[in-house]
């Protein structure tokens, strides 16, 4: 099995500059947390299959140490992406070239695996992109995988725990609750000194950019005021006079 995990790169503290409504990316980076727990499911194939683990990622070119990391928890390709004109790119035009670098630099793939969102976009939006732009099954909240007949057997969060059986190929976004995280691998630490990561550039990969459909005009704090009211009689009344207050009913 080919297994694609996308890997993505976020500041350890999380600021926006509000001149250019992008965020700070300055100081210390972090591998995004819901991404290794990506990562971990794949592992967890790896262990017990034939398995090859191709780790995608889009970042300036500054963070290829960072990247070089996750060969010691068995991942056997590292791909990183930078180029001044991904720079700024909103959710569909990251998509769009994740896509192309799957197709063209991976070619041969069984299960695209990545965090549910990033801590520092949050939008959620990236996993279903990639895969409506592949036209590939997608399933999001998941908390668990599983091979089953040449098949994968998800199951996930929404108001209740849904299961599915999924055809291959297919991308999954995994919640916190899929498992602990990743642990180093002495094998593959060992084994993690003769790898390079892999580095291409839009002068490389010629994918005739994307545009983004999107764009921060602005950008403003809201510290909203929290207040408390504890109800001790007629509570249906008061939730029913709060609710018409505030136009939901």
């Given amino acids: 099995m080919n297994i694609v995990v996308n890997v993505k790169i976020v500041p350890e503290k999380i600021s926006i500059d509000k001149e250019s409504c992008r965020i700070k990316r300055e100081g210390n980076s972090i591998f995004n947390p819901l991404d290794l727990i990506a990562l971990e499911e794949a592992i967890k194939f790896k262990k017990t299959d034939n398995t090859s683990i191709s780790v995608v990622s889009m970042a300036p070119l500054k963070e290829k140490m960072l990247l070089s990391k996750l060969f010691k928890y068995g991942v056997d390709r590292v791909i990183l992406l930078t180029d001044k004109s991904f720079a700024g790119s909103d959710t569909i035009a990251t998509s769009f070239i994740l896509k192309e670098a799957i197709i063209r630099l991976i070619k041969t793939y069984d299960l695209i695996i990545q965090g549910d969102f990033s801590l520092d ?18 399933i999001s909240n998941a908390i668990s995988i599983e091979k089953n007949d040449g098949r994968i057997k998800v199951k996930r969060v929404s108001e209740r725990i849904e299961t599915f059986s999924v055809e291959l190929p297919a991308l999954i976004s995994v919640r916190k609750e899929a498992n602990n995280g990743v642990s180093t691998n002495l094998f593959s630490l060992v084994q993690s000194f003769n790898k390079e990561v892999e580095v291409y550039t839009n002068e490389t990969l010629n994918l005739g950019l994307r545009e983004s459909m999107t764009r921060v005009l602005s950008v403003r704090e809201e510290n909203p005021e929290a207040y408390i009211d504890l109800v001790t009689s007629n509570g249906d009344k008061i939730i029913f006079d709060f609710l018409k207050k505030v136009g939901i009913i």
């Fill in 121 to 138: 976009g949050s939008t959620g939006n990236v996993g279903g992109e990639i895969a409506a732009f592949l036209n590939i099954p997608y």
